[in-house]
């Protein structure tokens, strides 16, 4: 079962414009990471931000976290058509020695030329 | 530098046949996931090896398939007697040590079951 929940399912922008993504999930936390993914392809790493950060920038990308809502945000700013694709985020999970990702059911970003 | 790699690329296989999905992961990562992606959805946990130690089997959907890394690098996904609903993605990961969080994600095996 996915852990979090992502909203919206489907994004569709005009290029130059902001896409936001909002993430929510369900257990306590160490960290919360977002995931891009191509059609096709496997995922790639976004950005990382702990659960002790409430912000994080990367270049175009702004993640924000609210432990206290269990909630998260991922904003790219002045999107390019390059930057269709599904985007996850996803949870960590320890389990004794185990680790693993939970990972959410994905907005898929369309970006209009 | 060379990424993960996973083969074949696309599977496909008629119900209750056996299929094996390779992944190599980037030189030196310690730790080595497997996922199960349906179509639409996000990836599903399958296994986690750190190094040749299956330490977490938990996500494994049936006792019809099996992981294992012998030498603690290359890693074989095994699905005997596939069904239809094996259908999907199958996704390796790798990260390079046993506290490290991003995942390094090869292209994935598209299996389809017929």
């Known amino acids: 079962s996915q852990q979090g929940e992502e909203d919206p399912q489907a994004l569709s922008i005009q290029e130059g414009e902001n896409a936001t993504m909002n993430c929510s999930y369900k257990t306590s936390i160490n960290n919360l990471q977002w995931y891009r993914q191509n059609s096709g392809r496997g995922l790639v790493h976004l950005i990382l931000?702990?659960?002790?950060?409430r912000e994080k920038h990367s270049g175009r990308l702004r993640v924000t976290l609210d432990t206290s809502k269990k909630s998260s945000s991922l904003l790219i700013t002045a999107s390019r058509a390059a930057d269709t694709a599904s985007y996850f985020c996803?949870?960590?999970?320890?389990?004794?020695?185990?680790?693993?990702?939970?990972f959410g059911s994905g907005t898929r970003l369309l970006v209009r030329p | 530098g060379a990424g993960v790699s996973q083969s074949p690329r696309y599977k496909v296989a008629k119900r209750g046949q056996d299929v094996a999905l390779r992944c190599d992961p980037i030189s030196g990562h310690v730790s080595l996931f497997w996922y199960q992606q349906a179509l639409g959805q996000g990836p599903e946990f399958l296994t986690y090896?750190?190094?040749?130690?299956?330490?977490?089997k938990s996500g494994l959907p049936s006792d019809r398939f099996f992981a294992e890394r012998p030498e603690g690098s290359v890693s074989t996904l095994k699905i005997q007697r596939t069904q239809q609903e094996d259908s999907a993605v199958y996704l390796c990961?790798?990260?390079?040590?046993?506290?490290?969080?991003?995942?390094?994600f090869g292209p994935g095996t598209r299996l389809t079951v017929t």
């Open positions: 931000i702990r659960s002790n950060e």
């Open positions: 996803a949870t960590d999970a320890w389990v004794d020695s185990s680790y693993k990702l939970i």
């Open positions: 090896f750190q190094n040749e130690a299956q330490l977490d």
């Open positions: 990961a790798s990260s390079p040590g046993t506290q490290s969080y991003e995942q390094y």
